[in-house]
């Protein structure tokens, strides 16, 4: 390609608001131009390199045996509202209206498409598993979308959906992906880690994370350094930990909180900080009602707590259940006077606070200087537990570290979720109806840009690694006025490209500065510049990681390179 043919507006300044190396980058070097938040333009060395990265992506997975289609990212709102989640996903969803004022959505994910895809094709056991998969534009209205193509608001995802008859099936597939992926990340050059995305306490085998080490990123991992146990750190039990209070001994004391509702309301009546004001949650498990005390920021989800209280049916118990059993209006559970046969858990970072603010079972009242281990009886579970660095591994071997993460994939056994909401059945081998038992897999592919990106740069620019970059060469007449420099460099564009490489030929008419400056942003592994020495037929090779220079004669050029 000629650079006065294509579009690659480089930048000397710093984008005012990138804050990322790999942002900041993308931007100067002209792969991307922003076009509304999180919503951006590849130009032609960023599609350039989405398409690398969805090569890699596709010989992969079509390694292990899925078969690629494409679906619409225009979809149905009754999709959504069969699966249940056109009320529960929330506003990450972009909806719209048709000009008849039939609701759609953008698709954020493919679940109910494709399920209702094989529901409609696949009848018959003989036709699973099936495994299939698209590269496609995804929605999000992300509540921050941040760091350029980190988190947008429209990114690129590889997602797969796998479809059994066994959970074997599902298992085997599941075990397939998760190679298929690592070999993705290996030869994206990416440092990752696989970590499990859940508590462990249910063995972590359903669902696993692929992490990137990298400062910048917004996961937690904890990982062991002499195994492989690696956990997201969101999913494991609370791990936050605050200084106790020295004055942990006030008495607890009723006050008056006239129309507080949330935390925030409260936390400013009383003039206490948010993390101080916890919330109750009554689940019911099994046959008895639990009550978790939480920091208001932390979510206690049904999975966790299942596996907390290793129990086999857990959900947020009816108001009016509570409001019976606790003989007050429901809201709130103060610390005295609750039954028995109610079991109160306290995430680590509630116990670990002295004084907190708590609700007391009467509608306007709050109670302060609650002591969590003074003035509730906590129920002491195995698995609520602090990880911390320097822990034992939960797996016996080696300490615990943390690591900042970048989610770049994401695998998760489904099970029946969607095909028993969607009715996805097919007839066994005794002709019997059975739901489809299903998996998922996805891929950050505008993500994984950003995150080699985040990677391979030094001061001057990008350095791509030679498997994946825009161009395999640079190659650089300084002067175009210059007849034998452009002889050289024409000679040389033909020479490599017939060779197999790719080229990006610098004939632009610009000052050598300007030239190189780019050339050194850009960040193209080779450098091939026809300079002085041109007329005697000798053009300079340059290694862009190491500053490494040598000479060499026109026809030998692809020798050395090669
Ligand atoms: P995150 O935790 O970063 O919000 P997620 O868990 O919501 O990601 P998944 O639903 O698991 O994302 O989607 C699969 C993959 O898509 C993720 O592992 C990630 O690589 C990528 N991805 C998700 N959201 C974005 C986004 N806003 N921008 C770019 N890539 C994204
Ligand atoms: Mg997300
Ligand atoms: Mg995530
Ligand atoms: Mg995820």
Redesign the pocket.
């Known amino acids: 390609m000629k650079q006065s043919k294509t579009l690659i507006p480089t930048m000397r300044e710093v984008p005012a608001d990138a804050e990322v190396k790999s942002h900041q980058l993308l931007l100067r070097a002209g792969f991307i131009r922003q076009n509304a938040s999180?919503v951006y333009s590849y130009l032609p060395l960023g599609k350039k390199m989405l398409r690398k990265v969805e090569d890699i992506v596709r010989e992969e997975m079509d390694n292990a045996g899925a078969v690629e289609l494409l679906m619409p990212a225009l979809q149905q709102a009754e999709l959504w509202q069969e699966s249940g989640r056109w009320q529960t996903y929330g506003p990450e969803l972009m909806r719209l209206k048709d000009r008849h004022s039939r609701e759609f959505a953008l698709g954020a994910?493919h679940e109910e498409v494709i399920t209702a895809l094989v529901r409609d094709e696949v009848k018959s056991y003989k036709r699973l598993p099936l495994t299939l998969y698209q590269i496609q534009t995804?929605f999000?209205d992300?509540k921050r979308?941040r760091f350029g193509?980190?988190?947008?608001?429209e990114?690129v995802?590889k997602?797969a959906y796998s479809f059994h008859s066994s959970q074997e099936s599902l298992d085997e597939v599941y075990d397939r992906l998760f190679e298929a992926y690592s070999n993705v990340f290996r030869r994206c050059g990416l440092n990752f880690r696989a970590v499990i995305a859940d508590s462990g306490a249910m063995g972590g085998k359903d669902t696993h994370?692929?992490m990137v080490l990298s400062d910048i990123g917004?996961?937690t991992i904890a990982y062991s350094d002499t195994s492989s146990y690696a956990a997201n750190v969101e999913m494991a039990p609370v791990v936050t930990v605050y200084e106790k209070s020295t004055d942990a001994q006030k008495p607890l004391e009723k006050v008056s909180t006239p129309g507080s509702k949330t935390i925030e309301s409260v936390a400013s009546l009383l003039n206490v900080p948010a993390e101080q004001c916890i919330k109750t949650l009554v689940f019911k498990a099994d046959d008895e009602l639990v009550v978790v005390l939480a920091r208001g920021d932390h979510e206690i989800n049904d999975i966790k707590l299942k596996n907390l209280l290793n129990a086999g049916t857990v959900e947020m118990a009816a108001e009016q259940e509570a409001s019976e059993l606790f003989g007050a209006p429901f809201g709130s559970l103060g610390p005295v006077g609750l039954p028995s046969n109610v079991k109160i858990i306290a995430d680590n970072a509630v116990q670990s606070i002295a004084n907190i603010v708590c609700g007391a079972n009467e509608d306007g009242w709050h109670y302060v200087n609650a002591n969590v281990e003074r003035d509730f009886n906590v129920h002491q579970y195995a698995d609520l537990r602090f990880i911390l660095e320097g822990d034992p591994s939960p797996d016996g071997h080696g300490t615990i570290q943390f690591a900042k993460g970048i989610?770049?994939?994401?695998i998760f056994k489904l099970g029946t979720r969607y095909s028993e909401a969607m009715n996805a059945v097919y007839l066994d081998e005794n002709g019997r109806t059975q739901p489809m038992i299903m998996g998922c897999y996805?891929?950050?592919v505008?993500?994984?840009v950003a995150a080699i990106a985040e990677e391979f740069n030094d001061e001057k620019g990008f350095v791509w690694p030679a498997n994946i970059t825009p161009f395999d060469v640079h190659l650089i007449p300084v002067n175009v006025k210059e007849e034998s420099q452009m002889a050289a460099a024409d000679t040389l564009y033909d020479s490599l490209r017939q060779s197999g490489l790719s080229v990006l030929m610098d004939d632009r008419a610009e000052r050598a500065g300007v030239k190189f400056a780019d050339s050194d942003l850009i960040g193209l592994p080779i450098r091939v510049t026809a300079g002085k020495k041109a007329s005697e037929g000798i053009v300079e090779i340059k290694v862009r990681k190491t500053g490494d220079v040598v000479e060499a004669t026109i026809e030998n050029v692809v020798n050395v390179i090669r």
């Open positions: 999180g994910t995804k999000r992300e979308p193509l980190l988190r947008g608001r990114f995802m997602d994370e692929f917004e996961d989610e770049v994939g994401h996805g891929i950050g505008s993500r994984i």
